[in-house]
């Protein structure tokens, strides 16, 4: 490692740059890595040393391998810049070691950003230049020919370059008859419609799938949180069909030619698109055509919530009872018969009282029009901090080194698990002992008017107070509130339509993901008295839980669950990607309190 650095460096020196090396130590609460970069400076004659460009390449290519002609290319451009004067702008080469984590610390020092942790460290740059404007990163691997060159251009947390800057290597890789592709994959050209039609999707879902798992798909990303536009031209090298094959030789000048173009620009790229979706080379979907869909999936989450919410305040009405008040009304009014009618409406009440407490209808009572009940939410409300709570524990699990002994990610994924199962057992354990309360509590009530309403018609024959005492007995009771699942229910379409609208904003692509995922159990589950039916939903949702999508993964990608969690973890601690927190504070929890609601009364 450290004989390797040395040797680029005394080669760039010797070429006639500034350069030199930097040692790294990076720990996480996994592992600790440590590497070499290797960098240097070429001063552009014209230029005041204000502004630079990056030439970046990594030792070991996307695909394991090592970065040979990818080196090779860094070494040979910096001979050949030696020997022009007509940059305008100074050029930076850096050969970065490890994975991801050496362009991350040249990044931090080269900007001035100090980590705080006593176990990392940075070296500090001995040899810098100015504002980075934009940057290439090349990544070809082996000694060999390639079919085409890929542009790669995802950066962290779905960051994105100018649009200008893949638009400048496609016209240049065309004009000098070069296949230019997205990513890693030729597609050969039809004339199909359908065939070009899947084709775009292939393209646009692959360009998604790196944006909404939040990781860079190469070292170019993460110059995208300094604000600086960068991306990785990847050597394409496909053995199914024939294509034409193009040596590094070739490669060469086209690199220069995108160097030179950046080179000349007047300004930082900022007149083409920031925001978009590529479904081929030259085609795009601009963020007023893609942001639409996506707000419309968020509207209709909060809609049902407002729906739902106006629905548990109503009290339907119980068109027997209303009918027997008028007859009862009618008949007083005509000097006879109040008695007998009062009677009939208070039975009717009790019967109507008992179906309720019988717990078969949510709204069973004999209710007048433009009746209201109540709305408790104190279940909601705990429920749904419980389940914020339980989200935070877990961050804290995966994000915290604790010094037992076989402390692994596997074992903090249990561990949270178990957390949330507690969670879910309090949410599901304080509905249940407030339903029995409530039902002791009108049960009392109910006997004792009851008692009440037979005295009043056995008296209401003798004496005319007696029948307005009567009259006053044989109103409806108070109405039972609205179930806690409906409220439940009500929160967490509110904070799902909250979440994916606002995270729309920030990586479209994320919000996506988890908006097509639980639109449909989210909008349709409900609690039901079909035991059958409510065990289908819950492995629905434990399936669709993190544990659960964990599990898919592994099984889907042939990988294991431990190298899943590392990657997700890696990604937060050294590239600082959103994943784990969107995982943790917004999608565990709507799923954590979507389970306890299953599991509630229907009534």
Same mark, same amino acid.
């Given at each position: 490692?450290?004989?390797r650095?040395?040797?680029?460096r005394a080669e ?5 740059l ?12 996994v ?5 070499v ?17 990056v030439?970046s390449?990594?030792?070991i ?8 002609n ?19 702008r ?8 490890g994975?991801s ?12 950003i ?7 460290h940075?070296e500090s ?6 504002a ?5 990163n ?8 390639y079919?085409?060159?890929g542009?790669f251009?995802?950066g962290?947390?779905?960051?994105l370059?100018?649009?200008?800057l893949i638009n ?6 065309v ?7 997205l ?12 065939r ?25 990303g993460?110059?995208?949180?300094y ?28 690199v220069?030619q995108?160097h ?5 620009i ?14 081929d ?8 055509l893609?942001?639409?869909p996506v707000?419309i ?6 809609l ?8 548990s ?5 119980d ?5 027997q ?5 009618s ?10 009618a009062?009677?009939a ?23 007048l029009?433009?009746?209201?009940r109540?709305?408790p ?10 389940s ?6 877990s961050?804290q ?8 002994a076989?402390?692994?990610?596997l ?5 949270s ?9 309090a ?8 339903q029995?309360? &409530? /039902? #002791? ?6 006997k004792g008017? $009851?008692?009440?309403?037979k005295? *009043?018609?056995?008296? @209401? =024959? ?5 029948s ?16 806690d699942?409906? &409220? /439940? #229910?009500?929160?967490?379409l509110?904070?799902?339509a909250l $979440?994916?609208?606002?995270?729309? *904003?920030?990586?479209? @692509? =994320? ?14 589950f ?5 035991h059958?039916?409510?065990i &289908? ?6 399936a669709m839980?993190?544990p659960?999508?964990?599990l898919?993964?592994s ?21 600082g990607t ?9 999608y ?11 599991l509630?009364?229907?009534?």
């Open positions: 490692m450290y004989r650095a040395d040797a680029v760039l020196s010797n070429i006639g500034k350069a030199a090396t930097q040692n790294y130590t990076l720990t996480t609460s592992d600790t890595k440590s590497g970069n290797t960098y240097a400076v070429f001063n552009a004659p014209r230029a005041d040393g204000t502004e630079a460009l030439l390449a990594p030792w290519s996307k695909d394991n391998q090592l970065n040979t990818g080196i090779a290319l860094i070494l040979s451009l910096a001979k050949n810049f030696r020997r022009h004067s007509h940059y305008a100074d050029t930076i080469f850096v050969i970065t070691d994975d984590e050496g362009i991350q610390a040249w990044l931090r020092a080269y900007h001035g100090e980590r705080t942790a006593q176990d990392n940075e740059l001995h040899v810098r230049s100015g980075i404007q934009a940057a290439l090349l990544d070809f691997a082996g000694t060999g020919d079919n085409a060159i542009i251009f995802e962290v947390n779905g960051g370059p100018n649009l200008d400048t290597v496609n016209e240049i890789g004009h000098r008859g070069w296949t230019v592709v990513h890693d994959k030729i597609i050969p050209a039809t004339d199909n419609l359908t070009k039609y899947l084709n775009a999707l292939h393209n646009m879902l692959y360009m998604m799938k790196y944006q909404a798992s939040c990781h860079p798909s190469a070292n170019h993460f110059f995208h949180k604000m600086i536009d960068a991306i990785t031209l990847y050597g394409v090298n496909q053995a199914e069909g024939s294509y034409y094959r193009f040596s590094v030789h070739q490669i060469g000048p086209l220069e995108v030179r173009s950046l080179n000349n007047l300004e930082h790229l900022h007149q083409s698109f920031f925001f978009y979706l590529l479904s080379i030259t085609r795009y979907t601009s963020i007023g893609y942001m639409p707000i999936l968020g509207v209709s989450f909060i049902k919530a407002l729906s739902m919410w106006g629905v305040g109503d009290l339907a009405t068109m027997k009872a209303v009918e008040l008028a007859e009862r009304e008949k007083e009014a005509a000097g006879s018969g109040g008695g007998e009062a009677a409406v208070a039975a009717s009440n009790n019967n109507n009282n008992n179906t309720n407490n019988s717990g078969s209808s949510a709204t069973a009572f004999a209710s029009p433009f009746s209201r109540p709305r939410m104190r279940v909601a409300v705990s429920v749904i901090g419980l914020l709570v339980a989200g935070l524990a961050f699990l995966f994000t915290s080194t604790f010094g037992f076989g402390e692994t990610l074992v903090k994924l249990v561990a698990v178990g957390v949330c199962t507690v969670m879910v057992f949410g599901v354990s304080s509905a249940m002992i407030r029995q309360l &409530l /039902l #002791k509590q009108r049960e009392g009530k109910d008017k $009851e008692k009440k309403a005295e *009043a018609a056995a008296s @209401s =024959l003798s004496s005319s107070s007696s307005s005492s009567s009259s006053s007995s044989t109103l409806p009771p108070p109405p039972a509130p609205a179930p699942w409906v &409220l /439940l #229910k009500t929160f967490i509110a904070m799902a $979440e994916v609208t606002t995270l729309s *904003a920030l990586n479209f @692509s =994320l919000a996506v993901s988890i908006g097509v995922l639980i639109a449909v159990p989210y909008l349709m409900q609690p039901t008295h079909n059958v039916l409510r &289908l939903q819950l492995g629905t949702l434990m839980s993190p659960g999508l964990v898919w993964a099984y889907l990608l042939e990988m294991d669950v431990s190298a899943i969690l590392h990657w997700i973890l890696q990604g937060y601690e050294v590239m959103w994943l784990l927190p969107t995982i943790c504070f917004v565990w929890p709507l799923n954590l309190a979507s389970i306890v609601m299953i509630l009364p229907v009534s």
